[in-house]
């Protein structure tokens, strides 16, 4: 290649996506990578990492706190449906402890620190529901010992915070939502459309009761039946003046000027006439009679004269109707009203649901209440389950690390004992470890499912087993039980126990796989649910087969604890805490349950 | 790398790429999240004894050795270094050269 062609430029888009990889992510459906990519996105890559690493959980508090309000609260904002804080005793004491829960759990998460709140359900649980623990706590308990700090040690086991991040991920999604809430909602939405149609029917009642106010208004202008004459007059006067106040005007201007001199004479006709005295000048007040008879009898004059008046009226008719509505207006506009409400009734009355359909109405809506009370019930439980999921986050990620754990334990015996069994790898070896395998059927119920068949294990078939090896003689009693036992009795052919018992000769395979038989019926009682109770621990301490184990165990739990130092942090099991103190003076009131403990958390396991 | 840049801030825009190529990697699904648990625990972790140029480099060079999908970036990253070093040689030294001139022209 050219040294032209190759420079810092061409090397950099040789570097392209990958020295460039945020253009080309998008988003996700995976809780953990959707919270690291927004952390990255927002130029967050510390934070993203720790949410990838685990050191944080994905969630912030507005997150967790949204999710707990949407799927714990009933209660909505009216205007913008948003949910609010509950206002329910119950829902309210739910959203608070789920809350506090929830803040307990994160802490210990992402800072590793133990509250009450967090270990009290953990302690309950172990003490009522975990038969392999529940003993061992009694004993300590009956011995003064601190459960509390017993527990915390428990906590800090590994897998058990990686339990308990597992379940917050999945429980506090969120994107959870109660699915009952859209039905109550749908229901709620249905019941309210029929009840409008129904509230829209208008009954005979309505229409008289409507009728009845209208009378009652119309009832109120009979003391003012005098007032209403006067003004229907008026009113009829106007209007026959206004149709003739064109022709009246061209009345008046056309005798105007003969009327107004003619008027002005018979003004001061009258005026003379008012000076007089009838007893001594009557013939002169005769002359002026006939003068103004003869003026009121000149037609101009007379035109004029009534155009005059009528006009005069014409203008002072508004103001005398104005004066005498002022009283009656409210009462008209009253009876107006109360017309218009008994015209729109009456009106509405026709549209009417007929009485069928008002029938199924009331049938649909008695049904859709019926639907509403049990989606409202469903939906009460949902809240209920969820609450139960976040505030036993703690308990049921101690369940399922105890269990694990006795999965794990089981798992390593069992590999150490085929190991032992695979070095035969004559036909006749391979049918002895065959029947190694069968026999530990020995402690399981067969049930078939779908045309398959199952092995459950059974707690107290295993304890058979196991009593044998706690009897003197220890795994030597499996080995001989195996030698003495039928061949149907130990459900094997008869071939794989000729084999078997052939290879029971070698000393190796004697120890290996009889005791590894009693390990995996140890785990195998566990893991079914037997107690780790006094009697057990008795067995494991003062029997050979129990203690070669013990010995077995410290030793690798003597190497667990070195390797595990570090990771369990806070010197969880140094001697200077409480919990290593239980590997000290006490051991033998309560050390070897705990022991157990920690051979059946597993932690042995990574040092096997 | 910009030579500008203090040893923070170099910092800081490593652990952004390095980042984005591991999400990348997990939404593309070929970092599975138990690997990608541990890949960002160990950035974290080693991260944090980062103090100057050469403590950063071989930070990256023993974060690709580690996990291959960051051998692309950690090649590229060196390669586009050097050819920065080279270039900046180049430039310092036809600098000194038209100084030389300049100052020849002048006396």
Same mark, same amino acid.
């Given at each position: 290649?050219?040294?032209?062609?190759? !420079?810092?430029?061409?090397?950099?888009?040789?570097?392209?996506?990958?020295?460039?990889?945020?253009?080309?992510?998008?988003?996700?459906? !995976?809780?953990?990578?959707?919270?690291?990519?927004?952390?990255?996105?927002?130029?967050?890559?510390?934070?993203? /990492?720790? #949410?990838?690493?685990?050191?944080?959980?994905?969630?912030?508090?507005?997150?967790? !706190?949204?999710? +707990?309000?949407?799927?714990?609260?009933?209660?909505?904002?009216?205007?913008?449906?948003?949910?609010?804080?509950?206002?329910?005793?119950?829902?309210?004491?739910?959203?608070?402890?789920?809350?506090? /829960?929830?803040?307990?759990?994160?802490?210990?998460?992402?800072?590793?620190?133990?509250?009450?709140?967090?270990?009290?359900?953990?302690?309950?649980? @172990?003490?009522?529901n975990s038969p392999a623990?529940?003993?061992?706590?009694?004993?300590?308990?009956?011995?003064?010992?601190?459960?509390?700090?017993?527990?915390?040690?428990?906590?800090?086991?590994?897998?058990?915070?990686?339990n308990?991040?597992t379940l917050?991920?999945e429980? *506090?999604?969120?994107?959870?939502? @109660?699915?009952?809430?859209?039905?109550? !909602?749908?229901?709620?939405?249905?019941?309210?459309?029929?009840?409008?149609?129904?509230?829209?029917?208008?009954?005979?009642?309505?229409?008289?009761?409507?009728?009845?106010? +209208?009378?009652?208004?119309?009832?109120?202008?009979?003391?003012?039946?005098?007032?209403?004459?006067?003004?229907?007059?008026?009113?009829?006067?106007?209007?026959?003046?206004?149709?003739?106040?064109?022709?009246?005007?061209?009345?008046?201007?056309?005798?105007?000027?003969?009327?107004?001199?003619?008027?002005?004479?018979?003004?001061?006709?009258?005026?003379?006439?008012?000076?007089?005295?009838?007893?001594?000048?009557?013939?002169?007040?005769?002359?002026?009679?006939?003068?103004?008879?003869?003026?009121?009898?000149?037609?101009?004059?007379?035109?004029?004269?009534?155009?005059?008046?009528?006009?005069?009226?014409?203008?002072?008719?508004?103001?005398?109707?104005?004066?005498?509505?002022?009283?009656?207006?409210?009462?008209?506009?009253?009876?107006?009203?109360?017309?218009?409400?008994?015209? =729109? +009734?009456?009106?509405?009355?026709?549209?009417?649901?007929?009485?069928?359909?008002?029938?199924?109405?009331?049938?649909?809506?008695?049904?859709?209440?019926?639907?509403?009370?049990?989606?409202?019930?469903?939906?009460?439980a949902?809240?209920?389950k969820?609450?139960r999921e #976040?505030?036993h986050?703690?308990?049921d990620a101690?369940e399922k690390h105890l269990n694990s754990a006795f999965t794990t334990v089981k798992a390593m015996w069992k590999e150490?004992a085929a190991?032992?069994?695979?070095?035969?790898?004559?036909?006749?070896?391979?049918r002895?470890a065959l029947a190694v395998e069968k026999v530990q059927n020995l402690w399981k119920t067969k049930t078939t499912k779908g045309g398959l068949t199952f092995y459950k294990p059974d707690r107290n078939k295993a304890k058979t087993i196991l009593?044998?090896?706690?009897?003197?003689?220890?795994?030597?009693?499996?080995?001989?039980?195996?030698?003495?036992k039928t061949a149907a009795e130990l459900g094997i052919t008869?071939?794989e126990h000729?084999? *078997?018992?052939?290879? /029971?000769?070698?000393?190796?395979?004697?120890?290996?796989?009889?005791?590894g038989l009693a390990k995996q019926a140890l785990a195998d009682y566990l893991i079914a649910g037997g107690r @780790?109770?006094?009697?057990?621990?008795?067995?494991?301490?003062?029997?050979?087969?129990?203690?070669?184990?013990?010995?077995?165990?410290?030793?690798?739990?003597?190497? =667990?604890?070195?390797?595990?130092?570090?990771?369990?942090?806070?010197?969880?099991?140094?001697?200077?805490?409480?919990?290593?103190?239980?590997?000290?003076?006490?051991?033998?009131?309560?050390?070897?349950?705990?022991? =157990?403990?920690?051979?059946i958390?597993g932690?042995?396991?990574?040092?096997? | 790398?910009?030579?500008?840049?203090?040893?923070?801030?170099?910092?800081?825009?490593?652990?952004?790429?390095?980042?984005?190529?591991?999400?990348?990697?997990?939404?593309?699904?070929?970092?599975?999240?138990?690997?990608?648990?541990?890949?960002?625990?160990?950035?974290?972790?080693?991260?944090?004894?980062?103090?100057?140029?050469?403590?950063?480099?071989?930070?990256?060079?023993?974060?690709?050795?580690?996990?291959?999908?960051?051998?692309?970036?950690?090649?590229?990253?060196?390669?586009?270094?050097?050819?920065?070093?080279?270039?900046?040689?180049?430039?310092?030294?036809?600098?000194?050269?038209?100084?030389?001139?300049?100052?020849?022209?002048?006396?």
């Amino acid at each position: 290649m050219a040294e032209a062609t190759f !420079n810092a430029e061409v090397a950099r888009q040789a570097v392209g996506v990958a020295a460039n990889p945020e253009a080309a992510i998008t988003g996700t459906a !995976n809780p953990i990578l959707e919270a690291a990519r927004v952390r990255y996105s927002a130029g967050q890559a510390e934070e993203s /990492l720790k #949410v990838i690493s685990g050191e944080v959980v994905p969630y912030t508090e507005k997150d967790v !706190n949204r999710v +707990l309000l949407w799927n714990l609260s009933s209660k909505r904002d009216s205007t913008t449906g948003e949910k609010q804080d509950p206002t329910n005793p119950n829902e309210d004491q739910r959203f608070r402890d789920s809350k506090q /829960l929830a803040e307990s759990a994160r802490k210990f998460i992402e800072n590793g620190h133990i509250d009450a709140t967090l270990r009290g359900p953990i302690v309950t649980f @172990l003490t009522k529901n975990s038969p392999a623990v529940a003993s061992v706590i009694a004993e300590m308990n009956a011995a003064g010992a601190d459960v509390n700090a017993f527990v915390d040690g428990l906590m800090k086991t590994p897998g058990f915070r990686e339990n308990l991040r597992t379940l917050f991920i999945e429980r *506090l999604d969120p994107s959870k939502r @109660l699915s009952q809430e859209g039905s109550v !909602n749908n229901l709620e939405l249905d019941i309210a459309k029929l009840k409008a149609q129904l509230g829209t029917e208008v009954t005979q009642t309505q229409i008289d009761i409507a009728r009845t106010e +209208l009378d009652t208004a119309k009832s109120a202008l009979t003391p003012h039946t005098a007032e209403l004459i006067q003004l229907q007059a008026k009113n009829n006067k106007f209007n026959e003046l206004n149709d003739e106040i064109k022709s009246i005007k061209e009345m008046y201007n056309k005798n105007r000027g003969v009327g107004v001199a003619l008027e002005t004479n018979k003004n001061d006709l009258l005026t003379q006439r008012t000076g007089l005295d009838p007893a001594t000048q009557q013939t002169q007040i005769d002359s002026i009679d006939v003068q103004i008879k003869k003026i009121d009898g000149t037609p101009a004059y007379a035109n004029y004269a009534t155009a005059k008046a009528d006009l005069a009226e014409y203008s002072a008719l508004p103001g005398e109707i104005a004066a005498l509505q002022v009283g009656l207006e409210p009462i008209q506009q009253d009876i107006q009203k109360k017309d218009d409400a008994l015209k =729109a +009734l009456i009106e509405k009355q026709k549209t009417n649901i007929t009485p069928q359909k008002k029938a199924e109405i009331e049938a649909d809506i008695k049904l859709k209440t019926g639907l509403l009370a049990d989606a409202k019930t469903t939906l009460e439980a949902e809240m209920i389950k969820f609450y139960r999921e #976040v505030t036993h986050m703690g308990q049921d990620a101690m369940e399922k690390h105890l269990n694990s754990a006795f999965t794990t334990v089981k798992a390593m015996w069992k590999e150490e004992a085929a190991k032992q069994a695979a070095k035969d790898t004559t036909e006749e070896g391979k049918r002895a470890a065959l029947a190694v395998e069968k026999v530990q059927n020995l402690w399981k119920t067969k049930t078939t499912k779908g045309g398959l068949t199952f092995y459950k294990p059974d707690r107290n078939k295993a304890k058979t087993i196991l009593d044998e090896a706690f009897k003197a003689g220890g795994g030597e009693n499996i080995a001989v039980y195996l030698e003495t036992k039928t061949a149907a009795e130990l459900g094997i052919t008869a071939e794989e126990h000729t084999a *078997l018992k052939e290879k /029971l000769k070698d000393p190796d395979f004697r120890k290996a796989q009889s005791e590894g038989l009693a390990k995996q019926a140890l785990a195998d009682y566990l893991i079914a649910g037997g107690r @780790l109770n006094k009697d057990m621990v008795n067995s494991l301490a003062t029997t050979d087969f129990g203690k070669a184990l013990i010995t077995e165990a410290r030793a690798k739990v003597d190497a =667990a604890k070195q390797m595990y130092k570090d990771q369990l942090g806070n010197g969880v099991l140094d001697k200077s805490t409480r919990f290593g103190e239980y590997f000290k003076g006490n051991w033998w009131k309560w050390g070897i349950g705990i022991l =157990a403990l920690l051979i059946i958390l597993g932690i042995v396991s990574a040092v096997k | 790398m910009d030579q500008n840049l203090s040893a923070e801030e170099k910092k800081k825009n490593l652990i952004n790429k390095i980042t984005g190529i591991l999400l990348d990697e997990m939404l593309k699904k070929k970092v599975d999240q138990e690997l990608g648990q541990e890949i960002a625990t160990y950035i974290l972790n080693q991260s944090k004894n980062v103090k100057d140029d050469k403590s950063l480099d071989d930070f990256l060079r023993q974060l690709a050795e580690k996990y291959s999908i960051f051998k692309l970036y950690f090649v590229n990253s060196s390669l586009e270094n050097q050819i920065k070093k080279t270039d900046e040689e180049k430039i310092s030294s036809i600098k000194d050269q038209l100084s030389k001139l300049a100052n020849f022209k002048s006396q």
